[in-house]
């Protein structure tokens, strides 16, 4: 299956991108690594008439210390993010979360900023970036604007950005040594979440959890938060997983299961963050 | 649109539709019909092929997306004298091929693995080789076929380059 | 030393890792030069009336040469079912005309002719189509009820019913009785190649046709059939086939409409579907749904089992409406059960139609007496291995023939089982499942235990025969013609070994052909796991028959007696016996005078494989999520000719098998439309869902053919299936659970845990 025919823009500057997407109007689409874009447009579930390529704007590819953030340029493709040294002292979760994204092929060409801008329900880093309290960094005609994470993801496939904006950067806190754990539950290794919890200890002392595929977007888990910032245990916390989720059921699991599954992995995430436990992994040995 | 890459180490430029996906453009219109495409979901990796050094699923990139960029497919593997590569020359020792179509993206993609990591594990193979599907071999030759090219050292994660063939 | 039974690499290999093989698609033949490509317009709808096929605007869409509709088929008459014995109200149209019922999505109504590939999917959506939904048959429940039936002029869904219902009495006599409602999904084959074709027409007014298939002589007489050709005017190769497990037996009938696209156009044409097309038009697989019931002594003998098939055929009834018949005819399985009964109902659903699949009838017999074994294991408290083992055929090495009426050539059930279970650790299994569960550890641990027998080399059509021809050329290559048609099995390699065992040409000398029709006009292609014991077995005789050619002829070249001259392997050709070197070669032999053997092999009867499987997992008891950590099986397809390729055939067979286990299956919703069908839905067992296998080795040779093989291409499959099902269920039969349905889906396992919990024994 191929896409519907469009024209397409290379552009070597986010000034460039603007203005490109300042050109072309709402029929445009911003390619970056292409791997959420390219298969819904073969699919044709998505028909833009103007793709504007960024992934050779060099100025959006870094990971890099400033202040008590991380900022990564939007560009950064997945493994990228996965082997940079600065992500991995100063926020492991991250480049934990982006090895376990896809295959190696996807992460050779998939982007944060993409996936940010995508904004599946389903997708591991928005979920790590949203338990880190991340900032979404867009440009737009009217310039730079920072929104916070919890305000980028609206709904189904729905972000905050206006017309004419792309993801720039993504900032995160420099949680250092602080623990962290994902937790994701598949059918195989490379397939989407069912469900996955991420959790991570964050340097004004709170832990941070959210949860992939237990709605129309990914979501802050508040109620465990919440309880754990009342010194409620790991596992009481944990029980509230499912509160103000709407999980949906699909031939991979059923709203019910899927409530289970989000406060399992939210259980067993918070416990790796804390240190009680190991991270669950698909291999062990029997006998 | 103008699209120029080096491909197996020959400059190519050709004029492409801009939805021209990487794949077709290999097999339609430059005749490497090693590559094959085996789905529409970025899902079996068949169309796997290593471009500027590192894997990608070629059904899933447009032709334009590698625009100056060096791509190898299966046909640019082997040695200038037909010496076979050496995750190729395990895939037929271990029997790692039965039917084929799958073949050429397995190959490429386990010398993205062995590039990535040298010394894999069984386990680390398996998870390198998650983005490609195989029907025939339930996975087992394949394993051992990219276990067996580890032991022939770093060479079986090199990518022959443009360099090296304008060398030779 | 002999170079049967030894690991030769394949000869395909060199091309396959280099250049890559040439697939249909890859075709760059020049009677192919400037062909249209073809895309079908398909139902989005599974059941419905057909109101509007408009194809006004495609036709005036760029690189647009025609666009057909119902209206446009002129002669072409509907294709009858496959069977005769089948109702001919279940034929398929071409194209579903106006006024029409579409019965699956994916169903065709129209196809477009484009100049470039491209332009075939921007002018297939152009062509607009309006369908008045009728309420859709999903599955064999809702069909039986005949509530909405899909063929009115046949007036009922059932297509097919087999055997009789069970004597009321049948379990008298037994202390233990357990049934179950178990399910055998559907599932797809999903070789990695989609289908595809090609056609073109000659002057001289045939055809030829390229497609991806398992047997080339099969699919050129039904494509003839359905376009009315004389079949001497059809051409058809296979060039290389990117796998079929059961799929590509015989022709679509898409394949035909490509060869009538082109006499219509006048220009060759060309197509090739896309994944998400394949997962809808491709025959399916199993899709039964089966009642077991079983009954015994508490001391663990069995004395009764019957098996109740309920047989989803899809949309229109293909090969799939007999394969429950292989399921009865196997119902019996490894076991001397006294009495066993087997009954199938075959019905018509809003689905795509079901054909073969790996071990196509067979795996869904040996499922189900797996099942029905550790049921009644369960229900009187005995260890699954020992009720196996009470039950047992005893070994046998003259015919045998059981309660559901198959005659076994010769086994060793009791033998595999000891075999595989020394090889797994059992009583070391069975001592650190007993301590997890001691713990309540997280991470239970599973055995499942499988025993199978099956049948490989049934008639399929051709008989039990299979043909080969062979020559010796001048320049001192051989070349063997096959009917067989491998696509992944390495029968370039195997028959070239065979060749060479008794002629001492080096296989890399020797080619061989399938997959033309003008060149190999008989043949029974590559299925039911008959190639090497039929279609080998030909080529083994071909090869004797040509060394007596050759003697004869030497003989008269040295002047000798012929009795005195014997293969000298060495040197390639005949020599007088005890005096190697010094005859005449076989390129000298070949020099003036064709040397050359046709000749047809014929089985006396199909072969039976056996085998035990041992399938460990670990199970996640919080999540349900069973992942399988090893797998031992012992897999007796008799004499071995190539351990490398056997070894390949188990490995491959096995992990579909887990796949069926734990993954696959092709779902519907209420209105017929599949929620499986592209790879990123359709769970595709991969590398990181499955361990190295531990492979085990017994050789019980047949004496059916002269190499004393049988089939190995399905038996991995058939083992592993139940093995892999019984440790999931095994896993966390301490928590009370009896079953669980394939898939063995995380999400089924919570639950079953979670049912039994709440005290109904699940």
């Known amino acids: 299956m191929i896409p519907a025919p469009f024209d397409y823009v290379r552009v070597s500057t986010v000034d460039e991108a603007v203005a490109a997407l300042a050109e072309h109007g709402e029929d445009a689409k911003i390619l970056a690594g292409g791997h959420s874009l390219l298969p819904i447009m073969k699919l044709r579930l998505a028909v833009p008439s103007v793709l504007i390529d960024i992934s050779g704007v060099e100025e959006l590819s870094y990971v890099r210390v400033e202040g008590d953030e991380v900022a990564i340029g939007a560009a950064t493709r997945h493994h990228e993010l996965e082997k940079s040294e600065v992500a991995q002292s100063e926020v492991p979760l991250l480049p934990h979360v982006a090895s376990r994204v896809g295959d190696p092929q996807v992460r050779h060409k998939g982007t944060l900023g993409g996936t940010v801008a995508h904004c599946d329900p389903a997708s591991d880093l928005p979920t790590a970036l949203l338990a880190l309290g991340a900032t979404v960094v867009v440009q737009g005609p009217s310039g730079r604007r920072s929104i916070p994470i919890t305000e980028f993801f609206l709904g189904f496939f729905e972000t905050a950005m206006e017309e004419g904006e792309l993801v720039v950067e993504l900032r995160v806190p420099r949680t250092g040594s602080g623990g962290w754990g994902y937790e994701k539950f598949t059918r195989r290794e490379n397939d989407w979440p069912i469900v996955a919890a991420a959790a991570v200890h964050l340097p004004d002392g709170s832990v941070g959890v959210a949860l992939a595929n237990m709605g129309g977007v990914v979501l802050k888990a508040s109620a465990v938060e919440a309880a754990l910032a009342e010194g409620k245990s790991i596992e009481d916390a944990a029980e509230l997983a499912a509160e103000g989720t709407s999980p949906s059921s699909d031939m991979h699991a059923d709203a019910e299961y899927r409530s289970h599954l989000a406060r399992l992995l939210t259980k067993r995430a918070l416990k790796v963050a804390s240190g009680e436990t190991g991270a669950s992994t698909a291999e062990s040995t029997a006998a | ?168 | 030393m002999s170079i049967l039974g030894t690991r030769v690499v394949r000869t395909e290999d060199p091309l396959f890792l280099t250049r890559g093989a040439v697939y249909t698609d890859d075709l760059t033949d020049p009677r192919l030069a400037g062909a249209l490509h073809a895309t079908f317009v398909r139902s989005t709808v599974a059941h419905g009336t057909v109101t509007e096929v408009d194809a006004s605007a495609a036709r005036e869409a760029p690189g647009v040469v025609a666009v057909y509709t119902a209206e446009d088929l002129g002669d072409l008459q509907p294709v009858p079912p496959p069977l005769p014995f089948l109702d001919a109200g279940f034929s398929r149209p071409w194209l579903v005309p106006v006024g029409g019922r579409v019965h699956f999505v994916g169903d065709l109504l129209a196809v477009v002719l484009t100049e470039e590939r491209y332009q075939g999917e921007d002018a297939a959506e152009m062509v607009v189509v309006d369908i008045d939904p009728l309420p859709a048959v999903v599955g064999t429940a809702a069909a039986a009820t005949d509530e909405t039936v899909l063929f009115p002029a046949v007036g009922t869904n059932k297509v097919a019913a087999f055997g009789e219902p069970a004597p009321e009495d049948f379990f008298a006599d037994c202390e233990v009785v357990v049934t179950r409602a178990i399910a055998n999904q559907r599932v797809a084959a999903a070789p990695l190649e989609t289908r595809a074709a090609s056609a073109a027409w000659g002057e001289d007014g045939r055809v030829t046709i390229w497609c991806t298939n398992q047997g080339a002589q099969q699919a050129q007489g039904q494509i003839a059939g359905w376009l009315g050709l004389d079949p001497t005017l059809v051409h058809l190769v296979t060039p290389d086939v990117g796998g079929g497990f059961g799929a590509k037996i015989g022709a679509d009938q898409e394949y035909a409409f490509v060869a009538w696209l082109a006499q219509q156009a006048g220009r060759p044409v060309r197509w090739t579907e896309s994944r998400s097309e394949n997962m809808t038009g491709m025959l399916q697989g199993r899709a039964q749904d089966q009642v077991i019931t079983i009954g015994g002594d508490r001391d663990g003998t069995v004395k009764a089992y019957s098996l109740v098939v309920n047989q989803d055929c899809g949309a229109y009834p293909r090969i799939g409406t007999v394969l429950p018949t292989l399921t009865m005819l196997m119902a019996a399985a490894v076991y001397d059960i006294p009495k066993v009964h087997a009954q199938a109902t075959c019905y018509a659903t809003n689905g795509t139609s079901i054909g073969a699949y790996r071990g196509a009838g067979r795996p869904e017999a040996t499922a189900a007496a797996e099942r029905a074994m550790d049921l009644f294991a369960a229900e009187i408290g005995m260890d699954p291995a020992d009720v196996r083992r009470k039950n047992f055929i005893a070994p046998f090495t003259e015919p045998f023939t059981t309660a559901s009426g198959a005659t076994y050539d010769s086994g060793d059930y009791a033998a595999a089982l000891d075999r595989v279970l020394e090889a797994a650790g059992y009583a070391d299994l069975r001592a650190e499942q007993a301590r997890r569960r001691e713990r309540g550890d997280v991470r239970q641990l599973g055995i499942g235990v499988s025993a199978y027998v099956e049948i490989t080399g049934a008639d399929s059509g051709h008989g039990t025969s299979e043909n080969a021809q062979l020559e010796v050329h001048p320049d001192g290559t051989a070349t063997v013609l096959t009917g067989t048609s491998p696509h992944g099995q390495g029968h370039a390699t195997t028959w070239a070994m065979l060749a060479s065992e008794q002629l001492g040409i080096p296989v890399e000398k020797i080619t061989v052909l399938h997959g033309d029709t003008d060149r190999i006009p008989d043949g029974g292609g590559t299925m039911g796991s008959r190639s090497l014991q039929q279609g080998g077995a030909a080529v083994h005789q071909a090869a004797v028959e040509l060394v007596e050619v050759a003697r004869k002829r030497a003989a008269e070249l040295l002047e000798a007696n012929p009795d005195d001259l014997e293969v000298d392997l060495a040197n390639a050709g005949l020599s007088v016996k005890g005096t190697p070197g010094t005859g005449i070669t076989w390129a000298q032999l070949a020099a003036d005078e064709q040397l050359i053997v046709q000749t047809t092999f014929t089985a006396a009867a199909p072969t039976f494989p056996f085998g035990a499987h041992v399938a460990v997992v670990e199970t996640d008891v919080e999540s349900g999520k069973a992942v399988v950590t090893r797998l031992i099986t012992v897999d007796d397809a008799g004499t071995i000719i190539n351990p490398l390729l056997a070894e390949g055939q188990r490995h491959g067979g096995i992990a579909q098998g887990v796949g069926q286990a734990l993954l696959e299956e092709i779902l519907y919703d209420d209105d017929g439309n599949p929620q499986t069908s592209t790879f990123a839905d359709y769970p595709f067992v991969s590398a990181t869902e499955l361990p190295s296998f531990e492979l085990v080795e017994m050789a019980t040779p047949t004496p059916m053919n002269p190499l004393g093989a049988k089939g190995i291409g399905e038996a991995g499959t058939i083992g592993s299936t139940p093995a892999v099902q019984s440790a999931v269920v095994d896993s966390v039969a301490h928590l009370g659970v009896r079953h669980v349905d394939m898939p063995a889906t995380s999400m089924r396992v919570w639950r079953a845990i979670r049912e039994a919990q709440k005290g109904s024994t699940n």
Do not use: W
């Open chain 2, 1 to 168: 649109m103008q699209v120029s890459m080096t491909v197996n180490g020959q400059q190519r430029t050709d004029e492409v539709e801009p939805r021209t996906l990487l794949a077709h453009h290999l097999r339609d219109n430059l005749g490497l019909t090693a590559t094959n495409i085996g789905c529409d979901s970025t899902s079996c990796g068949a169309c796997t092929v290593i471009v500027d050094g590192l894997t990608v699923k070629s059904c899933t990139v447009l032709a334009l997306q590698a625009e100056g960029a060096e791509v190898t497919t299966l046909e640019g593997l082997a040695g200038p004298d037909g010496e076979l590569h050496p995750v190729q020359a395990a895939f037929r020792a271990e029997h790692g091929l039965q039917c084929g179509f799958c073949t050429s993206g397995m190959v490429m993609a386990a010398v993205g693995v062995l590039a990535d990591n040298p010394n894999p594990t069984d386990r680390e193979v398996r998870e390198g080789l998650e983005g490609n599907l195989c029907r025939c071999t339930g996975y087992h030759n394949i394993v051992r076929a990219v276990l067996t090219a580890a032991e022939s050292g770093p060479a079986a994660g090199r990518v022959p380059t443009s360099k090296q063939e304008v060398s030779a």
